[in-house]
């Protein structure tokens, strides 16, 4: 029985979507590295502190700061700076003062990345894909970040442009689902009836679903059918 299960391969690193929202992340730096840091804290609604000499600023972090997308604190990092902090990412060009940075997280036992430094990091960054919803991250687990990069646009070129409005519409329509069949002892019933419409219907339609394709799909749901576009709009007439 056992080789039926899946085949255990040590050396990769724990793929999850950590949620921030709202939590304290705070960006030691404020060069080209932390920008795309502090773009992806925000993609993920965190609120984003910035430490960093204001003559150190490029042009994309000066204008998160001058938007009020980020507070910052205009001088260089010190050890108070952690306090309240839920996260670290830490993208500096001075080696001994992102060691500190690391030591210092690693005692009050706060999540960090030292760009640069693998062995000090509790989590590595990856080449992300964003289109509304869908996130694809590449991690090559610091064998090549470069190659990440050209991965993930290859992965990306073969996804249709609609698939984030796609994506949209089964959240919106998982939620009426809920609402019209909120017994919590119909879950089983529920994810299958899902499951099925994923299955059956194309990006396409699930992109061209309305509101009231979606009434009118909902109305199968207790009879399990699950119809296509067509049959749903023939239902309603
Ligand atoms: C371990 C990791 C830790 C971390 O930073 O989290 C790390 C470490 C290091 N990167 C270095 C170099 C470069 N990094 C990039 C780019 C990216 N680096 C990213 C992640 C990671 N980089 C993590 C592993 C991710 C993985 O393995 O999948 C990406 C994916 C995400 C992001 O940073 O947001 C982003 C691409 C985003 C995109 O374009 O989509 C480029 C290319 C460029 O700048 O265009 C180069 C030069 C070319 C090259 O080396 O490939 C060096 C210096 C090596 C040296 O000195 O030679 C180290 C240190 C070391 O390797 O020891
Ligand atoms: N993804 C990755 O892992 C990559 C990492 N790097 C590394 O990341 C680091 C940062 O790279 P860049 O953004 O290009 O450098 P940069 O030189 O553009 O920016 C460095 C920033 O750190 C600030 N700084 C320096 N000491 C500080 C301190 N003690 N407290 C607060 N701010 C301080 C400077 O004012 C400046 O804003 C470098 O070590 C670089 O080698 C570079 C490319 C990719």
């Not at 730096?29 to 925000?42: D, N, Q, S």
């Not at 299958?192 to 059956?200: D, N, P, R």
Request: aromatic residues 6%; proline residues 5%; contains cysteine.
């Amino acid at each position: 029985m056992s080789h039926e299960f899946p085949k255990v391969q040590g050396g990769g690193s724990l793929i999850v979507a950590w949620q921030v929202k709202d939590k304290h992340v705070l960006v030691v730096g404020g060069g080209e590295v932390a920008a795309g840091r502090i773009l992806h804290a925000l993609n993920a609604d965190s609120r984003v502190t910035v430490v960093c000499p204001k003559t150190g600023l490029n042009d994309e972090v000066a204008f998160r700061v001058a938007q009020n997308q980020v507070s910052h604190i205009d001088r260089n990092f010190e050890p108070c700076d952690l306090d309240g902090a839920d996260m670290v990412l830490c993208a500096i060009d001075d080696p001994e003062a992102s060691s500190q940075v690391w030591k210092l997280c690693k005692e009050r036992r706060i999540p960090a990345n030292i760009a640069d430094v693998p062995p000090e990091c509790d989590f590595f960054f990856g080449s992300v894909h964003r289109d509304g919803p869908l996130q694809i991250m590449v991690s090559t687990n610091g064998n090549g970040p470069k190659l990440a990069s050209i991965i993930r646009k290859k992965i990306a070129n073969t996804l249709p442009s609609n698939t984030g409005a796609a994506i949209e519409n089964v959240g919106r329509l998982r939620k009426k689902l809920r609402e019209v069949a909120p017994d919590a002892n119909e879950g089983p019933k529920r994810m299958k009836w899902m499951s099925g419409v994923c299955e059956s219907w194309t990006l396409e339609e699930l992109v061209e679903m309305s509101e009231r394709d979606m009434d009118g799909l909902l109305k199968f749901y207790s009879t399990t059918k699950v119809p296509n576009l067509r049959e749903v709009r023939e239902d309603s007439h």
